[in-house]
């Protein structure tokens, strides 16, 4: 054969690979390539992220320090034949330390219902170690929550993480409640919570929700969340102009919706990021299936009177956030809504229309995942059913959801049991 049919038959065949890419019936063959594949790859901050059907879907993303072409394989686990999709990077500037790098995307789709996979990442001949992954099985299910993992120095977080991953390794995914870092310009802050993470996020999806301390500059001035945006690839919004700001997927019997409240923070670049996120909301939560509604959002729907007297008076009342979408949670029967922000973890029971009630939404605010702790700051709201014991340290939470309960019980980081929440339909 000679070198023109040579070239013409490796593009026809790397054509083929890369049109059966992601799709189980049509896998793209590895065994082809030139040269041994070897097990030398070394990504860092390999970590799924939930997609909007987790049932058939996953995200995977992950660093490497230069700029190549990468790409994700998969196999059923327990099997050999491997499947490959493409990776898409983006280039992340460092700074405080951290050199420049990539952050690759690859998007699973097609998966099966209530399946074990492995996936490795792959650069040239190059490959990574397996790293499990699950797809929903659409039954009950359980998911740690952590809220405001903002940090000096990420040790407490990492410890608490670590602990709550091994009390509960049946968990099926992690929420973070916004805040996850203390600047979210500073890269080596996004490192640090990335590397305490390991092995927790490469088995098992994040959904993030963006706090306002992800929108901060070096310089501690309000600034797009850049850094947080080019972490987390989420699901689809259908707004290209607020990509990865707000989002919502499926898990079991579950809808999730996630908002982006950093408005004050946003709002010289965006400044209709409610009005556009309120119209996406209502149609989210009108058009969903799913039996339980969970909304997920950092800033709290609650305003809390400030107990030292030195601080400048505030009202009890109901936050921005809280004037503006509580509404909307109320006529689309929204079951839970789970908040973060003030660092302090409390109970308020069902509220609607603004008022204590036997039924509408059940709201709890979470306290805190980091060590950035504000003790004694907040009164107590005359909605608070339960306030964590003060001076508070950091918690987290287990929710577990089945065919007639959603169950949120916060812990300590030893496993200490704080309190037990339990939302059931009327």
């Known amino acids: 054969m000679n070198k023109k049919w040579t070239a013409l038959v490796l593009a026809l065949g790397l054509a083929a690979g890369m049109a059966g890419c992601g799709n189980p019936a049509a896998p793209s063959s590895r065994q082809a390539a030139s040269g041994p594949v070897t097990e030398t790859m070394k990504p860092f901050n390999v970590h799924q992220v939930v997609a909007a059907d987790n049932e058939k879907?996953?995200?995977?993303?992950?660093?490497?320090?230069?700029?190549?072409?990468?790409?994700?394989?998969?196999?059923?686990?327990?099997?050999?034949?491997?499947?490959?999709?493409?990776?898409?990077?983006?280039?992340?500037?460092?700074?405080?330390?951290?050199?420049?790098?990539?952050?690759?995307?690859?998007?699973?789709?097609?998966?099966?219902?209530?399946?074990?996979?492995?996936?490795?990442?792959?650069?040239?001949?190059?490959?990574?170690?397996?790293?499990?992954?699950?797809?929903?099985?659409?039954?009950?299910?359980?998911?740690?929550?952590?809220?405001?993992?903002?940090?000096?120095?990420?040790?407490d977080w990492k410890n608490l993480i670590r602990h709550a991953a091994d009390d509960h390794q049946d968990a099926a995914f992690m929420i973070a409640l916004g805040d996850l870092v203390d600047n979210g310009d500073d890269e080596y802050q996004w490192q640090t919570w990335f590397d305490s993470t390991r092995d927790i996020l490469s088995r098992i999806p994040v959904a993030p929700a963006l706090g306002n301390h992800e929108a901060y500059s070096l310089e501690w001035k309000e600034h797009m969340p850049d850094r947080y945006l080019t972490h987390f690839n989420l699901p689809d919004n259908g707004n290209r102009d607020f990509k990865n700001h707000y989002y919502s997927f499926d898990w079991g019997d579950v809808h999730f919706t996630v908002l982006d409240t950093s408005l004050n923070e946003e709002k010289e670049w965006m400044p209709d990021l409610y009005e556009k996120e309120k119209v996406w909301l209502e149609k989210d939560?009108?058009?969903?299936?799913?039996?339980?509604?969970?909304?997920?959002?950092?800033?709290?729907?609650?305003?809390?009177?400030?107990?030292?007297?030195?601080?400048?008076?505030?009202?009890?009342?109901?936050?921005?956030?809280?004037?503006?979408?509580?509404?909307?949670?109320?006529?689309?029967g929204v079951d839970l809504v789970l908040s973060a922000h003030l660092h302090t973890y409390r109970d308020r029971g069902h509220i609607y229309d603004f008022k204590r009630s036997d039924k509408g939404p059940v709201y709890v605010i979470d306290g805190l995942s980091g060590n950035v702790r504000y003790p004694g700051?907040?009164?107590?709201?005359?909605?608070?059913?339960?306030?964590?014991?003060?001076?508070?340290?950091?918690?987290?939470?287990?929710?577990?959801?089945?065919?007639?309960?959603?169950?949120?019980?916060?812990?300590?980081?030893?496993?200490?049991?704080?309190?037990?929440?339990v939302v059931r339909k009327g």
């Open 57 to 155: 879907g996953r995200t995977v993303m992950w660093e490497m320090p230069e700029s190549k072409e990468n790409s994700l394989e998969y196999r059923k686990k327990g099997t050999d034949t491997i499947y490959t999709v493409p990776a898409s990077g983006k280039a992340l500037a460092g700074n405080r330390g951290i050199k420049n790098g990539m952050v690759y995307t690859a998007e699973l789709t097609n998966l099966e219902k209530g399946t074990a996979y492995e996936y490795r990442t792959r650069e040239e001949n190059r490959v990574s170690s397996w790293y499990p992954l699950a797809t929903d099985d659409g039954g009950a299910f359980k998911v740690i929550v952590t809220s405001d993992s903002q940090s000096s120095d990420y040790s």
């Open 285 to 332: 939560l009108r058009e969903t299936k799913k039996k339980w509604k969970v909304v997920l959002m950092h800033k709290d729907p609650l305003q809390y009177g400030f107990a030292d007297e030195s601080r400048p008076h505030r009202e009890e009342g109901f936050s921005e956030e809280g004037q503006y979408f509580m509404p909307v949670f109320d006529k689309y």
């Open 377 to 421: 700051l907040w009164k107590k709201h005359e909605l608070d059913e339960y306030v964590a014991p003060q001076p508070e340290t950091d918690n987290y939470s287990i929710l577990e959801a089945s065919e007639d309960k959603l169950v949120l019980t916060g812990y300590l980081p030893d496993g200490t049991k704080l309190h037990e929440t």
